[in-house]
């Protein structure tokens, strides 16, 4: 199996930054799909980024397009979101999420991941 812990959040102005980190142990992730997702208050869970370990094929929600980068780590810190020009609306609990993907693999399907952290808040004042 494997375990996810995320850090780096915290509460920052708008227009502010922050960079993410998800470390992890468990099984190779040559295969895996590594994903960022986040959940607002009253919201359902979003999806956010989310790279290909094994070629490094990134894919992006369209409401953070421009502003986050996500990346690549070492096998035990698998998994960074560069965030910028943060927003109010960014606001949320922010999951990071990884899982063995296949052809039919949707990568901004949270129900299509497995394995999950236990969030780190992101708080964004205006």
């Known amino acids: 199996q494997v375990q996810l812990v995320e850090s780096g959040g915290g509460l920052v102005q708008a227009g502010g930054s922050l960079r993410l980190s998800c470390a992890a142990s468990?099984?190779?992730?040559?295969?895996?799909?590594l994903g960022w997702f986040r959940q607002a208050p009253g919201k359902e869970r979003e999806f956010v980024a989310a790279i290909r370990w094994s070629g490094g094929s990134t894919y992006y929600a369209d409401s953070v397009k421009g502003r986050f980068t996500v990346s690549r780590g070492s096998v035990k810190n698998p998994l960074y979101l560069q965030m910028n020009s943060l927003k109010p609306e960014d606001t949320a609990v922010y999951y990071c999420a990884a899982a063995q993907y296949g052809q039919a693999f949707q990568w901004t399907n949270s129900r299509d991941y497995y394995y999950w952290g236990r969030g780190t808040q992101v708080t964004v004042s205006s």
């Open positions: 468990g099984r190779t992730f040559s295969s895996y799909a």
